[in-house]
């Protein structure tokens, strides 16, 4: 396989500054000899902690959500000139928790793409079906739907800086894993929904996460999978004995 393994740490609303620099400084220090690419998504409050410890590694600089505008009269939300401005170079949208706790529509998620993309991020697009679709037979149906509703718009050239994270959401913070089997199937055929939209090498290249009970003892057997090429972490990105044995999977 020629794409690269990215592997994805995402905080969520974890750990102080004191606590993100500690796990950052370790992330740093052992993952210097690490193969793959990397991201550390801190909460907004210490990405800035976080990327002066992880500039200049090869570790990037992640957000978990940004506003749909660009600035102006929005309470709470955080923009990308913001998070421009310290450094952050991808941003994850269409998390599930965004999605079904905080109601975020595909139509939402779709303008933050867009947004993000304009301003040069690169974006983590996460897609998933709830256990009732899986149930239901929808898996299909939910990962298309997303994923062209999420990509409305974007052009040829902006989908170079998509990835996608394939995250059945009730294998998120659950300790249910998918099995690779049905994962990778979920992911060969939303490559086929990008080879749709944007052709076969557009849709050999992009990169497809899974994300959803990620550990140490699945990351190797998931990761063995043709369409499997990383993984976003949340749980076990909060520690380095977790971690950093799922970004040095073998
Ligand atoms: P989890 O979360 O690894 O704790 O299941 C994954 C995610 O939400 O990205």
Not at 3 to 24: C, D, F, P, V
Not at 50 to 57: F, H, N, P, Q, S
Not at 181 to 186: H, K, T
Not at 210 to 224: C, F, I, R, T
Request: net charge neutral.
């Amino acid at each position: 396989m020629s794409r690269q393994y990215y592997i994805a740490g995402n905080w969520k609303m974890h750990m102080t500054r004191a606590e993100s620099a500690s796990l950052a400084k370790a992330m740093v220090e052992q993952l210097k000899d690490g193969k793959h690419k990397y991201l550390v998504a801190p909460s907004f409050t210490g990405i800035e902690t976080v990327g002066a410890i992880v500039k200049g590694t090869n570790i990037r600089l992640g957000a978990q959500n940004c506003a749909s505008e660009e600035q102006g009269a929005h309470t709470g939300e955080v923009s990308v000139l913001q998070l421009k401005d310290l450094g952050v170079q991808t941003i994850i949208l269409g998390h599930s928790e965004r999605r079904h706790v905080y109601k975020e529509d595909d139509a939402l998620i779709n303008k933050k793409v867009k947004l993000a993309l304009k301003h040069g991020f690169e974006v983590i697009l996460c897609i998933g079906e709830l256990l009732e679709e899986r149930e239901a037979g929808k898996v299909e149906a939910v990962c298309e739907t997303q994923t062209v509703k999420g990509l409305e718009g974007v052009t040829a050239a902006e989908l170079a800086n998509v990835v996608i994270a394939y995250e059945p959401v009730w294998a998120i913070g659950t300790g249910k894993t998918a099995t690779p089997e049905d994962a990778d199937a979920a992911q060969a055929f939303t490559r086929k929904v990008i080879a749709k939209l944007y052709g076969q090498d557009a849709a050999e290249k992009i990169i497809i996460q899974y994300g959803g009970s990620v550990k140490p003892d699945n990351a190797a057997q998931l990761m063995a999978k043709e369409n499997i090429d990383g993984a976003l972490v949340g749980g076990a990105s909060l520690k380095p004995e977790s971690f950093i044995p799922i970004a040095k999977f073998a």
